[in-house]
């Protein structure tokens, strides 16, 4: 039931995104210059927020603008990116998310992302699978060699932007080829669908990949980090996600 709801919030978040004006985005830099906010980041934060809240008013909310940082360790809690792709929705490359997550007692429970752009839906529940518009969705059975990598950047971080390169040229020369396409939620459907074999990144928040984490286990593949070891729900880490046939030891040597 509450899934149910959640999708129909995130779809009337869609419709916000799809019908935005770009030239009053109030586009804002936090931190890097690289790093933007509009202010339709902070109106879907706001409907998702609300929202979610009157669907369990008990519930820690935890969303990447505005600062609202809650511990998520016990009881319920939505973890929230209002756009994941920011960059492209200010380009209007159309390539955005919505990503929504809820745990209970720090254990993923559910996990949902919607492109409004191509109006897919992908949602899991915990140990029951993974679904994209209701079909059930599986991680690809083929190896690297017949498989496409998908990267992210870690851009906002100078710091780790060799490491990112170095690692990014042993995966190309692994794979048939790779992509970036400016959302970890998205990348980490794209796993959880069997479109591509691999993904990693060096460092994204629980928001960025908290209900994809949840989609591409539920569809059978792995999430870790990048050097080993689960990800983190509350702070930032490295993320490694793949399918069933795929030996990612080589990112760790
Ligand atoms: C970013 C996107 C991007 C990834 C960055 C994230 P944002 O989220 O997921 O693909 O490379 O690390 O921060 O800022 O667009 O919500
Ligand atoms: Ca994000
Ligand atoms: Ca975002």
Request: charged share 25%; glycine share 8%; proline share 3%.
């Amino acid at each position: 039931m509450i899934m149910e709801q959640i999708q129909q919030i995130m779809r009337e978040c869609g419709r916000i995104m799809l019908e935005a004006d770009r030239s009053h985005a109030d586009i804002e830099t936090k931190g890097r210059s690289n790093n933007l906010v509009t202010r339709y980041d902070k109106a879907v934060q706001q409907v998702l927020q609300t929202k979610l809240l009157e669907l369990a008013p008990e519930a820690h909310f935890v969303g990447e603008e505005e600062d609202v940082h809650d511990s998520i360790a016990s009881g319920k809690a939505f973890i929230v990116d209002p756009i994941d792709g920011t960059a492209n929705f200010v380009k209007d490359y159309k390539g955005s998310v919505i990503s929504v997550a809820m745990t209970q007692d720090g254990q993923l429970e559910l996990g949902l992302v919607y492109n409004p752009y191509l109006d897919e839906l992908f949602t899991a529940q915990r140990g029951k699978g993974a679904f994209c518009n209701g079909k059930p969705i599986h991680v690809s059975n083929q190896p690297l060699e017949a498989g496409l990598t998908l990267y992210g950047s870690a851009s906002y971080y100078p710091e780790l932007i060799d490491d990112s390169f170095r690692l990014l040229r042993k995966a190309f020369d692994r794979s048939m080829d790779i992509r970036r396409s400016g959302s970890a939620a998205w990348d980490l459907c794209c796993i959880a669908a069997g479109r591509a074999e691999l993904f990693f990144e060096l460092r994204l928040y629980p928001w960025d990949h908290a209900a994809g984490t949840l989609l591409v286990r539920e569809a059978g593949g792995t999430v870790t980090r990048v050097e080993g070891g689960d990800v983190s729900l509350s702070s930032p880490c490295s993320v490694l996600a793949a399918g069933s046939c795929v030996d990612t030891s080589f990112l760790r040597e």
